[in-house]
């Protein structure tokens, strides 16, 4: 699947958001260049947002930065989150 991400299960937040760095908006970008394929760049950040969701605790505001950022740029496709 195009958003399989590698985050380690570790407590840290480093290890943790690692795997998140850039690959919203990656993955977001290779689905739409897949003939526009809504339905997995959906699904995608479907799986990311619950992902991030059940971390949520350990986030710092840096790593909540950075997503917060990655959102906006994949937003500013669709217009449809924010």
Not at 14 to 24: D, F, L, M, P, R
Not at 46 to 70: C, F, P, Q, V, W
Request: avoid cysteine; glycine fraction near 4%; proline fraction near 0%.
């Amino acid at each position: 699947m195009v958003w399989e991400l590698q985050i380690r299960k570790t407590r840290s937040s480093n290890a943790e958001t690692e795997g998140y760095k850039g690959s919203i908006v990656f993955a977001f970008e290779k689905a739409m260049n897949n003939d526009l394929d809504l339905k997995t760049a959906f699904n995608g950040l479907y799986e990311t947002l619950r992902g991030l969701h059940m971390m949520r605790d350990s986030l710092t505001a840096k790593d909540i930065k950075n997503i917060n950022d990655d959102l906006h740029r994949v937003d500013s496709v669709l217009q449809f989150i924010f």
